[in-house]
Structure formats: structure tokens, C-alpha cells
């Protein structure tokens, strides 16, 4: 291989890690499949039936010409749905909401929001069918109270599809929305209870972790998961407290600093401001840009920011997953 073909392909191996990572963080808890499945497939599957048959005010639209409406608002409606969600969740994250609550409020605004986006694909689907009328057929004497109630005639059909898909991936596939509770299925070791004491694991035993009389962390108490559910990571956000532990991560109103002192005696570290993970329940630590970012068992990924990365030094943690990391290569980092 030349060296062009070499360089060629470190380039296009990291080019898919960034975008890895940003997937990561823009789509937690989601598989790539899952991400074009949500984001793509079911919007375009849902505008092509609408599309096909026509319908609403498509209904005098060549068919083409249907299709390329109907799927092109949808896709539009469904990305304007979910940052409407998101900023919902975001802005109402102190009060906990349900998750029906977060998907109607943010379809609402994301109709609002999308509103211009979607007259300019009418506007454009009326120039590819000239002489058909292309806006929402309401009788011009309606008076203000009856046009509310029509328009919302309109679009709850799409905000209904919009919270059924939602709580099929919630429920079904057991994936968190919009920071509501929830399960991610996943290949993990069995879980190992709060209170002990690890032993180094040797690659050549399986040795397991010998029990002591220790109480596990309060905020242990406060999580649906129970107090023997083996903690991943934590990570603060606001005046919250997000615990990963088993299969799940639940939302608490808890002080990070307070639950930092109560894992003290668990295999673990600091890694971010913001995060703590356990060590048992790294899978791999790979290089991203300055830094490490840390995958867990869980599928979360973790970054690690610039002041802690001699943490994972100190702790064995980067040769181990990585190699012979010296310091000089850390400080030409």
C-alpha cells in the first residue's frame, strides 16, 4: 500500500469517528439503525402514504407531485417535532414531566416553528402543478375561535403519529426519550452489588469481587433501579444528578459533589467536571482529538475532559486499553 492509500484511509477512519462521536451526543442511546430508522425511514414511510393516496388538500396533485409534498413536509414536521421535544424536555427538566407531555408540547412548537419551511415546500409543489391552489382550504368566514379549533383538526393527526412512535421506541425498544426513564438492552456482565471490594482482576481468573459490610451511596436509595443495581457512571447536570446504573439512567435531584463523596470507596474515577464512571464498567478508551473519550458497557460514551486525562494515566487505565502511553506523549498532546 502507498503511502497516498494510507494517509487516505487514516483520514477516512478518522472522519467516522468524529461523526461517531457526534451521533453519540446529538442521538444517545441509539444504534445507527436505529438513528436512519426514527429519523429518516418512518417520516419518508409516513409522507409516502399520505403521498400516495392523496390526501388532504393534495387531493387534485398529480401523483408525483403529491409525493414529493407530502414527503418532504413530513420530514420536515418530524425534525421540527424532535427539537421541539428537546427543547421542551430541556426548558421543563426541573419539573420532570411525562414523556406524553414533552412529545405534544414540542409537536406543537414544532409546528410553529416549521411553519415557514413548510409553506415554501407547498408553494414549490404548487409551481410544479400550476392552477391548483396549494394552501389549507378554510372557509374565509370563520371567525377566530373556529379557525383554532380547525387548524388543530389539521395537525393532530401528525403530533399523534408523532408521541405513538415515540412511546413504540420508548416501550418496545426500551430507549430513553427525551430524558424520560428508560431501558436500553444490552450485552453486559451480570451485575456486581454496591458494597464491595474489588480485587485487581487478573487476566488469567476470573476472580470475584469479595463483599464487605458497606452501605451503598444514598442517592442509591432514590433510584427505581435499587440499591444493588451495579453503577456505571454519573454525571451531573445543574443541580441534578443523572445515574447510569444497570440497565437504565434515571434523573435525580441530588448534588454531584455529594455523590462523588459517597462512591469514594468504589473502583472509579472522575473523569469530567460533569462525570464519573466505574471502572469495571469501562469496555474501551480511544483517543478524540486532545483528549480520550471512554465507551462503557452500556454503550454510553463518556468524554474525558483535558485536566483529568492524567487521571486515567495514573490509574493504569490508558495502558491498559491503549498501550504505553507516556507522559511526554501526553504533553505533546
Known sequence: MDNGSGIGLVAQSAIK???KALGNVAFPFMSGRQIVTFYVLVPVSIGAILGWYRAGYTAEYPIAVSLFEWIANFFALWVAFDLGSRLTAFLMRPWTPPLWLIL?????????????????IRDMAGHLSPGIRTDIGFPPDLIWQEFVFAYLGVITVPIMIWVLVNYVFHEALHLPRYGCHGQKKTLMPDPIPVGTEFTQRNTNADQ???????????????????????????????HYLRVFAGDKNELIRYRFSDAIDEVHGLPGLQVHRSFWVSTVAIESIRRAGRSYEIKMTSGLSVPVSRSYRYALKDAGLLDKFLGRVSNNEMVAD
Not at 405534544?104 to 415554501?120: D, E, K
Not at 451511596?217 to 433510584?223: A, D, G, I, Q, S
Open 104 to 120: 405534544i408540547l414540542g409537536g406543537l412548537a414544532g409546528v410553529a416553528v416549521s411553519r415557514p419551511l413548510r409553506s415554501f
Open 208 to 238: 470475584r469481587p469479595l463483599p464487605l459490610n458497606v452501605h451503598p451511596p444514598e442517592f442509591m436509595k432514590r433510584l427505581t433501579a435499587g440499591t444493588d443495581a451495579e453503577i456505571i457512571a454519573l454525571q451531573a447536570e445543574d
Open 17 to 19: 469517528d468524529r461523526f
